[in-house]
């Protein structure tokens, strides 16, 4: 937490505050603690996003959760993974294209669950923080607009889902009709490129978040 007071100082200080009336803030994203959810490997069977760009759309009774609340700009995003053996590493590194990867991504909904990727942060290698929680700190911050929704585009596997949760807790996936069982095609999407939402997949949850210094 004290780099983040340090670079939001330093931000203030480049000019991007607001009169003291009406402070930048840092916020993280979502502000619901995830509680003890942990994703799921080295249990059987071990769960992971595959190729794809998703976003978690229901915690219990909170909707929206990753969606932006104010103009500002992203600086960091944190993910929890957990530790899959190196039987289930294999495993996945050949299914799905290789080893463990992901980065943050800024998405602007549309109708009938499109959503354009605006902007996404420089992609991280996972596997040398299996079983850690690690937050990255972005090399450019990315502006964000108070509506938009962060995801997580993983173009090859993480093991961030934290799965058998409650019906009630669900995220969606790049994916359209009729490919919601298909994760070794490669959905994940590309900055300005428009994808369809279809796929929602209940009671499980994406282990990932972020931090936005916003401005009122």
């Not at 009774?61 to 992203?74: A, I």
């Not at 909904?109 to 299996?130: D, I, N, S």
Request: positive net charge; proline residues 7%; charged residues 20%.
């Amino acid at each position: 937490m004290p780099r983040f007071r340090t670079l939001l100082a330093a931000l203030i200080g480049a000019g991007l505050a607001l009169p003291a009336v009406a402070p930048a803030t840092l916020d993280p994203v979502p502000a619901v603690d995830p509680g003890d959810a942990i994703p799921s490997c080295p249990d059987k069977p071990c769960y992971a996003l595959g190729r794809t760009t998703g976003y978690q759309a229901k915690v219990g009774t909170n909707r929206g959760l990753y969606t932006v609340q104010k103009d500002g700009v992203l600086v960091s995003w944190t993910i929890k993974l957990s530790k899959p053996s190196d039987k289930q590493i294999d495993f996945f590194n050949k299914s799905l294209g290789g080893e463990s990867q992901a980065a943050i991504s800024v998405l602007r909904m549309g109708t009938k669950l499109h959503a354009r990727l605006v902007a996404q942060g420089e992609v991280q290698k996972l596997t040398p923080y299996f079983g850690q929680t690690v937050e990255f700190a972005l090399q450019k911050t990315i502006p964000v607009k108070k509506g938009w929704v962060l995801g997580l585009t993983v173009p090859t596997w993480a093991p961030a889902l934290a799965a058998g949760l409650g019906g009630d807790t669900s995220w969606r996936a790049s994916r359209a009709k009729g490919t919601c069982d298909d994760s070794q095609a490669q959905t994940a999407q590309a900055v300005n490129q428009i994808g369809r939402y279809y796929c929602l997949y209940r009671t499980a949850r994406i282990m990932y978040s972020a931090r936005v210094i916003s401005t009122p």
